[in-house]
């Protein structure tokens, strides 16, 4: 029965970006960046009073946008040098979660610092 949740967990996340590093990011520090910015730059992108949920996990971080949306938006996980972004095929063209993207791309490329990017892999 895990193996099946597994799949179906996988099934309703597509990976979108993994950012190859010279260095090993933290993923609390991440999060907590997240925390910090992120529904302040939604906010002023989108203006229509959503509020973000940004949970850490032993798997990685998850945005969603509670009560509006059923599941996530948008899942980060490191590994080793490497972020990989994942998002809900669920909502690829919804402009919340176009928003969310561009912001979540500038975080991240402002956390590693450009001169950290080996290189950014896109499907």
């Known amino acids: ?3 099946d949740l ?3 967990n996988h099934a ?3 990976k979108m970006k993994t950012y190859k590093t010279t260095v090993y990011p933290s993923q609390h520090k991440l999060y907590e960046l997240f925390c910090e910015t ?3 730059r939604f906010d002023n992108k989108i203006k229509n009073g959503l509020k973000l ?3 850490e996990t032993t798997e990685g971080i998850e945005i969603d946008v ?3 949306y059923e599941t996530f938006l948008y899942k980060i996980k490191i590994i080793g040098p490497e972020i990989h972004v ?3 095929e669920h909502y690829i063209d919804d402009v919340n979660s176009l928003a969310l993207e561009d912001l979540i791309d500038n975080i991240i490329v402002e956390y590693l610092g450009s001169g ?4 950014v892999l896109q499907p």
């Not at 950290?116 to 290189?119: D, F, V």
């Open 1 to 3: 029965m895990l193996f």
């Open 6 to 8: 597994a799949v179906i």
């Open 12 to 14: 309703a996340c597509q």
């Open 38 to 40: 992120l529904e302040s």
């Open 53 to 55: 949920g940004i949970t």
């Open 66 to 68: 509670p009560g509006y």
């Open 86 to 88: 994942s998002k809900s």
């Open 116 to 119: 950290h990017i080996e290189t």
